[in-house]
């Protein structure tokens, strides 16, 4: 009897090849096609054209990776029985199975529980609906399985979530200071101690691997419209659901409305099961088709917020290391007179915060390097590493978002 091999052309890297029809029956279920349907970087297109691929196709790469992760350490007679690659497969296909529409924006505003606890809630019931088949994912997942290095390879500062995002989000803005040597980083894994780690002549790799993240957030992630863009999102959310908590009629999809007229904690979601239904049934269109309704609204701070994003009238945005708070007042008083707006109203379109980026930090999980002497050492403590010198600083910058018209 012939098997069934799924396999996917990837523009990153190729043809995928799934065999195995665990990971088969995961990608064909339909909470992993929800996916599809939602953005793996949200509104950088409005910067970046071409970054409108998916958390699916991410998702995917990421499974991808993983397999190759364990085969180089295959070679290296580090072997992982039939039912443990399948199941570390399986846990980076759904890492970010628990992802909503433009993520972090609907975290601050609408749902109120981390995707992580979201997509923990998601494999537990798709385990439960496949008679035990991710049990063993869902423990590598949440770092309770024997062997750590697995759970080091689904989420760590160097796994293989990262690697994927990387290379695709990469690809497709085309900012090449992204592109990491990701092929040699997989050749250079090695394990002591149940510890993932890298041999010491994969340093120059893990070091371009990191100095690309932090490019990659302060040239697309955290590029001032693209900052700018999600914090006029996550303000036509808070109003939307102002108004909605006010009792004013809004039109949305039943999926936003079902969140927009109700204040859930994650205890809410752990105890009642419909509403994790319902979250699996919010993607992006749900907000853009609304928002696009919304525009036309009667109330006024969200029609113009609605209409900026539509329009990509978005907020200027000043970003800077030094302290911005001298200019608010007098951006405010611009906004103020321009809209006719209250003080309570200005806030919708002058506001400031505060942005970090940290790179590597030396307060979480460190990269491991196995020294040609057979020594152990973390990532900052070898000679002239650049990490130890400039990266492993975290870095804040102040900013201010506000409108000089419409």
């Known amino acids: 009897m012939s098997i069934k091999v799924k396999i996917i052309n990837d523009p990153v890297y190729g043809f995928l090849r799934f065999a195995e029809p665990e990971l088969i029956r995961v990608i064909d279920h339909r909470w992993f096609q929800r996916l599809r349907n939602i953005k793996q970087m949200g509104l950088a297109h409005l910067v970046y054209p071409g970054a409108v691929h998916t958390r699916l196709a991410h998702s995917l790469g990421a499974c991808h990776l993983m397999g190759k992760a364990l085969d180089e350490l295959k070679t290296k007679d580090i072997t992982s029985d039939k039912d443990e690659y399948v199941a570390a497969r399986l846990a980076a296909l759904l890492h970010d199975i628990g992802h909503g529409p433009f993520s972090h924006s609907l975290e601050h505003t609408l749902v109120g529980v981390h995707h992580e606890t979201i997509s923990r809630l998601i494999m537990q019931r798709m385990n439960e609906e496949m008679g035990g088949l991710l049990e063993k994912a869902i423990q590598i997942f949440d770092h309770s399985y024997p062997r750590k290095y697995l759970h080091q390879l689904v989420s760590s500062q160097m796994d293989v979530d990262r690697m994927d995002y990387l290379n695709r989000d990469s690809f497709y803005t085309g900012v090449s200071e992204g592109v990491i040597g990701y092929d040699r980083i997989l050749q250079m894994l090695t394990v002591r101690d149940n510890e993932l780690m890298v041999e010491e002549k994969g340093v120059h790799s893990v070091e371009k691997f990191i100095i690309a993240r932090r490019l ?15 914090m006029l999102l996550i303000n036509i959310l808070k109003r939307a659901k102002e108004l909605a908590q006010d009792g004013k009629e809004l039109f949305a999809t039943p999926a936003l409305n079902y969140f927009l007229y109700r204040n859930l904690t994650e205890a809410d979601f752990l105890n009642d099961p419909q509403h994790l239904d319902k979250y699996l049934e ?15 609204h009667d109330d006024k701070i969200l029609s113009m917020l609605c209409k900026m994003l539509i329009l990509r009238k978005l907020y200027k945005v000043l970003l800077s290391p ?16 321009l809209l006719g707006l209250s003080e309570n109203e200005v806030k919708y379109f002058v506001f ?17 390097i196995e020294t040609k002497s057979g020594a152990i050492k973390n990532i900052t403590e070898i000679d002239d590493s650049l990490v130890n010198q400039t990266l492993a600083r975290a870095v804040h910058k102040n900013y201010i978002c506000y409108i000089q018209k419409l």
Not at 352 to 368: A, D, Q, R
């Open 216 to 230: 990659m957030y302060w040239q697309v992630y955290l590029h001032k419209t693209v900052l700018g863009a999600e």
């Open 282 to 296: 919010l993607d992006d269109t749900d907000v853009m088709a609304s928002i696009k309704v919304w525009q036309t």
């Open 322 to 337: 030094e302290d911005l708070a001298s200019i608010l007042g007098d951006k405010k008083k611009i906004a103020k007179d």
């Open 352 to 368: 400031s915060g505060v942005t970090s980026n940290s790179t590597y930090n030396i307060n979480n999980e460190l990269i491991k």
